[in-house]
């Protein structure tokens, strides 16, 4: 008799294979789900693998539009960087795939979900996190030791070593920038309420107006131009430090052009608000919070921030490098006359002065400032 | 009879010459200050063309190294940045400039300090605070009319409109990426105290290890290869937009390697702490308030933060663009062996399940997670 | 022939009826407004003499219900407190007087608006500042020397040196605990989204529902049991000290009886962010910043992180203290059983011990710990 | 032969006598430490006891005058307080109990330590969060389910529904506000470095100046008046909701006198930063993290601050609440000329009006203010 039924989030490799046969041992029955998250991947041989080894249903999906829209987005919203430069590439995608999971272990009436994360890195507390939050009453076991053999590869074991340069050939999406064309692409990219809706190739005259065309083609141009490498020693949830190599192109792209638009038509102080909570929202995304209250309380506020960012930008992509051109909005709060050093307008020097005296009352202390002298001198 | 001595920020230009002209006829006596911070200078016609217009005395200083070791490194400490891009390179320029002229103007007792900033800009309050700060019963005479013309240049007009995309020959320091050396060069920078102590051209073999030495050299390097332009609109202390094009090459490198070697080092809640304390510092910075009680405090909690900071990073310099390559610390917090998949050691994967499970008590209200039921099952 | 008309906010005292006069003199049209925002004030006699000394329009409105849901309510959702203590009482007045102020200039087509606040004061930058916000085209005068005599009494000259203790017959809106009722009063507050919509008194048996009724019992309770005196030194917006003597009955209970019943309904750490906006708020507020677009944003996040909060709070009123006594909401995050030592529940203990440990693996470097070793001995 | 040696936090109670005969039953040698933290207990009983029960060595140690110099002075100069409301008077015992507990441990060669505090309170995070940080090769064995019962009480019962109200006989440490004296006691309380150096009774003419004389001092006259007593709903560490009651006499008066010198003598910017560190340092301290990187890091930037924290402030303790009457500092930064409105002096009203009208720039957009045309009418 079965012990019950696990979805198991199957990758198709060694690591996930190795835990379907194992959960098929210990007498539950196994249900695969592979989300097809824009990765690089044969699912028709995955599909056949996991039927071979005793899956009792397996299940694919395509989530790469909901993963766009629902999941980069908002971290597009916010600016989100972990750590002053990871873009969180994998830690938004564990919400997308675990809300799949869930959704799939609740219509099949799975008592328990499994994943091939191990213990040590932040995947595990993702995926469990966003399982919880989701099916508060559904069962993840603890990882087992084999699933520790899945996730070594030749890569990792060089990489562990800080101070190891990483091998030339490591990098799948991006060319080197060495080897990148020799001349730029131009790209003008249009907002609306802080996401993108339109990318033009200036030079090609093509342009994509959904949201996975968008980025897929950012991703393209950028991973032709070598953009978004980099190496980093990032802080675990659980608290040790750990090398990580990310390239990320599209992302890179979309991350310049956001902050230009939104710096652009956003509120100077209303900004600065944004900006405490986005370093929030990506320390609750990096550690695996995405369905948490505060997660939920902290994109509705940077959502509502994001009203009038639209406009567009332009800019040039050349050797690993995003360059802004220039920027127009009809949301835009940039006063052309105001800022213009030739027209006086209405604004009064003699203001200037007025402001920087009283900010220096408090600097001046103990003896206080006798600047008001000055004004019958000059 | 005069009416007092004026020290004059003079920078040579057509602008502060005019001011000088003014204040002479007005019945001030004169006194010149040009300060040497790096800009490229006939510092010798300069001089001439003081005394020429009537200067009562003329001060030129090389204060090259004590604008790197005061003022750039704490920046660098901070990982300061405005806005999420811009490197302050003006910011912290003027208090460096702004304490010499009151050294000065102080040493000669004289009453009035005056400058050629324009009221719209940030200079005007960044050089007025400075000098309340230090001098407080100096007086520093409003800007007159005149002095909004010697701001005004072609290229100026041009940028007003943040669309127009700024000229190819507008950049002085750093060469187009497009016109860069083909092949990278590879740097090794070495930090204590979270500031750089000497960097080694791996490929030439040389290396610099004075503070002026080591950022010519990286400005050098930098420049070459086309590193640290930005073009940003950004908002002012006053409140308005203003859109500016930086460059920054020595300044970007050093920014990289300095938030590598701080994350390998730094505990990661220390360094949470301190990012906020960084995003702080660069407001204060920006504003003018290097002179400042609260902009003291921040440094002193900076720099307390950096005590550990020390180590060794190898990074390639190319097209425009950054790489880390690796790095190595005597005081790095990175555990190798806990972080292998290989190794299990001391770190117990229960603990982490156990970690989990309490993160997501909260997350499941209000169905509390009837998680500790599956530890029978596996 | 009128230079202009005014709209004056009027006081009804010695300071604003000379501004009025004077304004006269200059050849202004004037206009008075006097705003009923709760004070002990003689309606008729002011308007009279404004008419007599030659007011054009004599407006008084009573805009206290407004000033409680528009104002005092906001402030209330964000627990607002500047620098610890201060409760905001004015600061939250001037933006509500000085909307309607700009309401009359508007509608009567006045170019000008005028006020007796001085210029040392926060008062003349909170009415300001809100009116440039409001109305950017109107002229707002710079206050004259004589507006400076309105604000002496002898009571502030005493109070100026820090040291001096209030005289005992300051108060008029608190009874000296001293010679307060000896026994307590005791109120059930109900809230719904963040705001009281209910106070009981338990023992009377008497009830108020309106904002201003809810508002105006608070006062008298409070006021009569002595409750919500203070004496600060606090930081004016423009860097220089003050010391205040508040006294603040009706908000102080709310405060308190807010704070029970948010931590009771609002998640910990969505309450952690709302938490750090409710400061930010507070110095927006302090600083005349009401009409901005960040108080804006952040009294859209204040209000979003309300949602849950409702409930009842029952506390006692006695001799200066407000003591919460219990309370009780259908939003409850509170889990009985789950906190009860009794019940075991589905919390497993191994959970709590896996949690500690992960959260030590950081503290333990540089000698990692070897806890997990422990799990086999006991 | 014995398992190895184990030192016992022992209370002298129920609970850990109970753990005693186990850990002893089980084959460990079990030496107990009783801390005297100022709690009301025979001393020589519990010694008794132990030694009854099989300990192999009792140590009792009277650490009170380290609890008030290492802990609640650090705690003092940050204003700690838990969710706006929480003292932290638990919290900050924790980690000065542990300490000693791994000095013993050490000095004994036992390599186990164990309390009594259970699986669901904070107690449990902060005893071995301190132990695993101070001593991290040493084993904290998980709590058994039998120390579930030893904190089970009657009191606990009732107050577990958070809408019952505390029994009145509760309180051991505070009178009844009614029932307390019918006149104030007024006090001098001297600071210096943000720590109280001297309390005066003013009326009885006494004094006290060591730290721990001085704590216990403020004790008897906060408990006599019925001070510091609350009612709260607060959030654990691991996410749940719990319903506390504190009483905190001598702490309540000491963070209502040092709030009240710190602001009168600290920068109003430095001290908004501050208040951000103290806010941190609270919520460290509560989960547990006293002797973590981050917290001595938040401590030597709160000392840091707290430099020029030094003066007498004078209040009055009366039924519950404590008044501030007066205060004097050396060190103030209150400029009682300039603040008075008698004076004119060197502050020049035009400078408040230009500092305004700049401020007031970016809210009057997109329509800009034409506020410097009013110069000329006025």
Not at 144 to 159: C, K, P, R, T, V
Request: glycine share 8%; net charge negative; hydrophobic share 40%.
């Amino acid at each position: 008799m079965s012990k019950g039924t696990v979805v198991l989030a199957y990758s198709g490799g060694l690591d996930t294979s190795c835990i379907l046969v194992w959960l098929k041992e210990q007498g539950y029955d196994v249900i695969t789900f592979l989300a097809n998250v824009g990765q690089d991947e044969d699912f028709k041989a995955a599909k056949d693998k996991a039927e071979t080894l005793g899956a009792k249903k397996v299940f694919i999906e395509d989530v790469r539009a909901e993963f766009v829209e629902d999941f980069i987005w908002p971290a597009l919203q916010a600016n989100a960087i972990y750590e002053d430069r990871y873009l969180l590439g994998t830690a938004i995608a564990r919400p997308c795939i675990a809300r799949k999971l869930v959704e799939i272990a609740r219509r099949e009436g799975a008592q328990f979900i499994s994943h091939g994360a191990t213990g040590k890195g932040n995947d595990q507390i993702r995926f469990e996190l966003s399982c919880y939050a989701l099916y508060p009453e559904v069962k993840v076991p603890p990882w087992s030791m084999d699933a520790n053999l899945m996730h070594i590869s030749y890569e990792s074991g060089i990489l562990e070593n800080p101070k190891q340069h990483a091998p030339a050939d490591l990098y799948m999406m991006t060319k080197n920038p060495e080897d990148s064309p020799n001349s730029a692409d131009v790209l003008e990219i249009e907002f609306k309420n802080g996401v993108p809706i339109k990318v033009v190739d200036v030079k090609q005259g093509t342009s994509k107006s959904s949201p996975l065309d968008i980025f897929s083609y950012l991703n393209l141009i950028g991973g032709n131009h070598g953009v978004g490498r980099i190496d980093i020693v990032e802080n675990r949830f659980i608290g040790m430090k750990s090398r990580g190599i990310y390239e990320t192109p599209g992302g890179t792209i979309l991350l310049k052009a956001h902050l230009d638009i939104e710096t652009f038509t956003m509120d100077k102080e209303v900004r600065r608000i944004k900006q405490g909570l986005g370093i929030k929202f990506s320390e609750l995304v990096y550690n695996g919070f995405w369905y948490s209250p505060e997660c939920e309380f902290v994109r509705h506020c940077i959502n509502k921030s994001q009203e009038n960012v639209e406009g567009k930008v332009q800019l040039s992509i050349f050797k690993g490098q995003v360059y802004i051109l220039g920027r127009e909005s009809p949301k835009s709060l940039y006063n052309e006359e105001l800022v213009s050093m030739d027209v006086q307008g209405d604004y009064d020097p003699c203001d200037a002065s007025g402001f920087i005296r009283i900010n220096a009352v408090r600097l001046a202390s103990p003896q206080p400032a006798q600047s008001s002298l000055s004004m019958e001198l000059f």
